[in-house]
């Protein structure tokens, strides 16, 4: 897998490229590449990206694309006007969508944090980052166990009491976990003087300078697009 700096500079491009690209080709181009990388982290880590993330982001990227393309042809109302400009900023969403999911399932924590420190960046920005990548997963296995309890209830979220019962186990659960992983921390030395050291070898290879390119593309394109 690439390093995670490279991961985030081709998060950023994609996020700050792709809303204001008036060619459809660039979106494509983008979407295509998006795709590409997430069949890519599909071959090499099918535990944490499934077959249906794959499939969720390609039925999205293609109904909104075509309904923003298909609907001012078919009808002239302002409506129709107004679902058409919707759909093509959700199309573009989509993609920046699945750029960060490809950054979650990727970008180690640990690993991200030493390449960070080594970069020289501060610990303000290292340490919630590292925390936010951490929290994200737990937030999810937690939201599915607690709708799978509920299933097993024959409870459903249809009602304000039903959502409460979903809520307040979550939230706490969310909360407890989060305490742990600032216990793990501190026991860790996050935080501390000490810079971090790690076993995985940190550095730039060849599969980053192949992706650096084709983010320098992406940038160039955008500008001369202006």
Request: glycine letters at 4%; a positive charge; hydrophobic letters at 55%.
């Amino acid at each position: 897998m690439p390093d995670p700096r490279t991961t985030i500079i081709a998060l950023l491009t994609i996020s700050t490229t792709i809303y204001g690209a008036r060619s459809p080709l660039f979106v494509w181009t983008a979407a295509s590449f998006v795709a590409a990388l997430l069949i890519w982290a599909y071959q090499i880590n099918r535990q944490s990206m499934h077959l249906k993330y794959l499939l969720t982001y390609g039925l999205a990227f293609g109904f909104f694309y075509f309904g923003s393309s298909i609907l001012p042809a078919v009808s002239q109302t302002t409506i129709s006007a107004f679902i058409s400009v919707f759909f093509a900023w959700m199309c573009r969403m989509t993609v920046v969508a699945g750029m960060g999911l490809y950054a979650i399932v990727t970008i180690k924590p640990a690993i991200l944090q030493v390449a960070l420190a080594r970069s020289h960046v501060p610990s303000c920005f290292t340490i919630p980052l590292s925390v936010s990548l951490r929290i994200l997963p737990t937030i999810f296995s937690e939201t599915r166990a607690v709708i799978d309890a509920m299933r097993l209830r024959l409870n459903r979220i249809v009602s304000l009491k039903s959502a409460e019962y979903f809520t307040i186990p979550l939230v706490s659960t969310v909360v407890r976990s989060g305490d742990e992983l600032a216990a793990a921390a501190l026991i860790r030395g996050l935080g501390g003087p000490i810079k971090p050291t790690s076993v995985i070898e940190v550095k730039f290879r060849a599969i980053d300078a192949i992706l650096l390119c084709i983010i320098l593309v992406f940038i160039v394109w955008r500008f001369f697009e202006c």
